[in-house]
Nanobody
């Protein structure tokens, strides 16, 4: 499975940005798809995840600001980000798993990441 992210860039404080993720290859068994991020000097953290069953989870720090959308027929995942803050600056990664249960630590496939920079 190959994961490719796109859509990163530089945006001003309070602005919006949409990231996209596309999975290709042997995607039939994929259940979980998720967005993570890693800021310089910090550990990678989960942003949110969704399953093919329609359940979507968000970390508290993005609730109400970020929205995850998935098109299972196209194996794509979107992260719509609004009200961005400088602390949202990070490399954003898309990940996927064929696991039955979506857990933050059991992703099997990862993209290379796309950089998001929020300027103050």
């Amino acid at each position: 499975v190959r994961i490719v992210e796109s859509g990163g860039g530089v945006v001003q404080d309070g602005g919006s940005l949409t990231l996209s993720c596309a999975a290709s290859g042997n995607t039939m068994a994929l259940n979980c798809m998720a967005w993570y991020r890693q800021a310089p000097g910090k550990e990678r953290e989960l942003v949110g995840m969704t399953s093919t069953y329609g359940n979507t989870y968000y970390e508290d720090f993005v609730k109400g600001r970020f929205t995850i959308s998935r098109d299972s027929s196209k194996n794509t995942l979107t992260l719509q980000m609004s009200s961005l803050k400088p602390e949202d600056t990070a490399m954003y990664y898309c990940a996927a798993s064929s696991g039955y249960v979506c857990l933050r630590d059991n992703m099997d496939y990862w993209g290379q990441g796309t950089q998001v920079t929020v300027s103050s």
